[in-house]
């Protein structure tokens, strides 16, 4: 089996995989923007060519293979792309297979994966705005995740050492649960945890998360840091349109900080794509950004020409209350393949 443009030690593994019956399937997404970027206190508007608008550009390899009796063992590798540079990573720090790298077993009891697995609380607002798990242009995700707007939520949006367990959906319910093992000399004292129940039946949608994180991006010092976020975010597809609304805290327990976020949106079809529009509001309090407020919004457009390629146009409004309005336009292109 060939698997063009793969380096070739990738490409024995693959076949060798293919070879003992595995599945195994290439894949990712894509993604490229071009446009103004700016946002209120990020300094002057840049025009940019840009990877990642509506979803950070990734490529992987996974597969399974059945064991007998309903049990398949899992695996997955993925990492990030900046398409722009053609370098790897989202940033220069990242590992090569920063979004995913994990092995793990699949069946009637649910589902466990071990490694560098990506973070439930980032999926669970992924699914709770019409933006997707897009951090540059998603209203919620920008404040909650991204750097420059002045993220909420410590740690990564993947664990490294980590063990994640995922009960079997009964009656629309399941729990994702997760440790990242902080693997330093402070012990137990940086580990990180997390849980997310979530609820999917018909055209509802409800989740809720909980997470400590005392290791990761955003924290001070290790073994002595720690925020607790809470999550609630959920949709109702009404036919003519689908409706998102979200809350979340983020609460630091020993410098003092408190961020609390508070997201609306709505996707509406429209011909050949739909209409995206979100509105999200963080009310910070406490050290290091003392009583500031961050309102942003975002309207766009999606045009579907196939069932893995769209195009999108997406206006986004930043504004911080100590500062001036940021403006963003992005026209863009996502392949999923």
Do not use: C, H
Request: aromatic share 10%; charged share 15%; no cysteine.
């Amino acid at each position: 089996m060939k698997f063009p443009g793969i380096p070739a030690a990738l490409a024995l593994l693959l076949s060798g995989a293919a070879s003992a019956q595995s599945s195994v399937q290439v894949y990712g997404v894509l993604d490229m923007w071009a446009g103004r970027s700016e946002t209120s206190a990020g300094g002057p508007a840049s025009s940019v060519v840009n990877s990642g608008g509506l979803q950070t550009s990734y490529w992987g390899f996974g597969g399974a293979e059945d064991l007998g009796t309903g049990l398949k063992a899992i695996f997955a590798v993925e990492g990030y792309l900046l398409l722009d540079t053609g370098t790897g990573g989202r940033t220069p720090t990242d590992a090569l297979f920063a979004r995913n790298a994990y092995i793990g077993l699949q069946g009637a009891a649910g589902e466990l994966k071990i490694g560098r697995v990506l973070n439930p609380l980032f999926v669970a607002t992924a699914q709770s705005n019409p933006f997707g798990g897009s951090i540059r242009l998603a209203p919620l995700l920008a404040q909650v995740w991204s750097i420059p707007m002045g993220r909420t939520v410590y740690g990564d949006t993947s664990w490294d050492n980590a063990v994640a367990y995922t009960t079997p959906v009964a009656g629309g319910f399941k729990l994702a649960s997760i440790i990242g093992l902080g693997e330093t000399r402070s012990g137990t004292r940086t580990n990180n945890l997390g849980a997310t129940a979530t609820f999917e039946r018909g055209p509802w949608m409800a989740t809720l998360t909980a997470q400590r994180v005392r290791v990761g991006p955003g924290l001070a010092t290790v073994g002595e840091s720690e925020q607790r976020t809470y999550f609630a975010g959920g949709s109702y597809n009404a036919g003519a349109a689908k409706l998102f609304a979200s809350w979340n805290a983020a609460v630091n327990q020993v410098e003092p900080g408190r961020g609390r976020t508070a997201q609306a949106g709505v996707a509406v079809p429209a011909g050949p794509g739909s209409i995206l529009l979100s509105w999200a509001q963080t009310r910070n309090s406490g050290a290091p950004v003392a009583d500031t407020r961050r309102d942003t919004g975002a309207l766009g457009y999606q045009y579907f020409l196939s069932k893995r390629t769209e195009l999108y146009a997406v206006f986004q409004n930043d504004k911080l209350s100590s500062a001036s309005l940021g403006k963003t336009y992005a026209l863009g292109m996502r392949l999923k393949f």
